[in-house]
Each structure stands twice: as C-alpha cells, then as structure tokens.
C-alpha cells in the first residue's frame, strides 16, 4: 500500500518561472493539503483541496494556485517565483474529515 | 488564532537519557493535538495524536505524551533515548477546520 507519493524530489527554478509540483494520496484518501516549509522552520498551510474544490486556504498569496484530479491526485502551482518561495513543499492526505494527515517526503525547491 | 509553540529550538541528551519536548497551544477549545518526527530531508511521520479521553497518550517508538488542558500543553517524553531518535521534532494542533497548525519544531541531539 502505497503512501503519498511527491514528485519531483528536487527542482531547481529561475526567480520569475513557473512551478508545478504533484502529489498523489494514500490509497484510500480523498483529501489533499499541501505546506511550506522554509528551513528551520515549521511547515506552513497553503491550502486543501476535497472533490477537486479549494476547501480551506492559508495565508499564501494567489501566485499559489492548486488543482485535484477525480482520482484524487493534485497539483501546487507556483506563478512568478520568488527567492523566498524556496522550501521543501509537502504533500498531506486523509479522507474526509480523518485524522491525522500522512505526508510525503515533500520537494525540496530551491530558486535562484 | 491557534498557535503552537515549542520552547525549545534545540536540546541535546545523551543516549539512554529520559527527554521532555515542550509544546503549548492556543485555542478556544480542546483541539486534536499530534506529535511528529522528521529525519532530514524526509517528510513528517506521525508519532502519536490526542484526540480525547485518557490524557496519557501512547505512540511508536516508545514516545508517549500527555495532555494538560489546565497548562494547555501536550509535552512528548520517552524514557531512554535511542541515537537513532536524533531528529527534527513538530507539534501540531487541529482545532477541527482540517487546518493543522505546527509549531516551529525542536531539534533533538543525542550524544553518544
């Protein structure tokens, strides 16, 4: 039984380019939460997505952007990169209203 | 708002030592309180989680820890610590909106 599943491990991005980074969900698991997590530091909510919806958001701006699949995989989209945005970003999963999240070992992504 | 907070950034303890990470919250109310380790590079695993009833809660590792609602803590202890359990420590809490909130993390050192 697979965990949750990120990928890629390593992305390497130019300040100003565009991200895409995937998650795919335990088995079993119909909802996805995605985090920051600069270094030394705890990670940080962006948001969750339930039946390929936005269910909640954290105080990230709109360059932040999301989307989940019918098989209820997803994605993190990030717009106009910032030297600031480089962090491990990880994936978290459960089913609806279950507790507690399971995470994937994240991507670590770094923008020069 | 909900807040966590871990007042220890940094502890070191030797091997088969006991150890205490601290960890208080913020909220309203009681809100489901976990523990997780991250090894470097890695994503979070879950330790153990608090969710109602005895207030001494068991997790792996021989990790255990217990709630406070008068001190509004939840401090993770184990008895004898292996090197192994060198990490990255993060408490976090869930006050039901599926928006988990963590601290800053404590990071554990065991000398030999």
């Known amino acids: 039984d697979a965990g949750v599943t990120q990928s890629p491990t390593h992305l390497i991005k130019t300040r100003g380019q565009q991200v895409t980074l995937r998650c795919s969900p335990k088995s079993g698991h119909d909802t996805v939460s995605w985090y920051q997590q600069a270094l030394g530091q705890g990670p940080q909510f962006i948001f969750q997505?339930?039946?390929?919806?936005?269910?909640q958001r954290g105080n990230f701006p709109d360059r932040f952007s999301g989307h989940q699949f019918p098989n209820y995989s997803s994605e993190l989209n990030v717009n106009a990169l910032l030297l600031g945005d480089s962090a491990l970003y990880l994936c978290?999963?459960?089913?609806?209203?279950?507790?507690?999240?399971?995470f994937g070992n994240g991507t670590r992504l770094t923008v020069t | 708002a909900q807040s966590v907070t871990q007042p220890d950034i940094h502890i070191t303890v030797s091997e088969g030592a006991s150890l205490e990470l601290r960890c208080n919250y913020s909220?309203?109310?009681?809100?489901?309180l976990f523990w997780y380790v991250q090894s470097p590079g890695q994503g979070l695993q879950l330790l153990l989680k608090?969710?109602?009833?005895?207030?001494l809660v068991q997790g792996i590792k021989g990790f255990e820890a217990e709630f406070k609602r008068s001190q509004s803590s939840f401090n993770l202890r184990k008895p004898s610590v292996h090197w192994s359990d060198a990490a990255e420590y993060f408490c976090a809490v869930d006050a039901g909106n599926n928006d988990m909130r963590f601290g800053a993390g404590t990071r554990l050192t065991v000398k030999p």
């Open positions: 608090y969710f109602s009833g005895d207030t």
């Open positions: 997505y339930y039946e390929e919806e936005e269910r």
């Open positions: 909220y309203g109310a009681t809100p489901y």
């Open positions: 978290a999963s459960s089913w609806t209203g279950g507790r507690p999240l399971h």
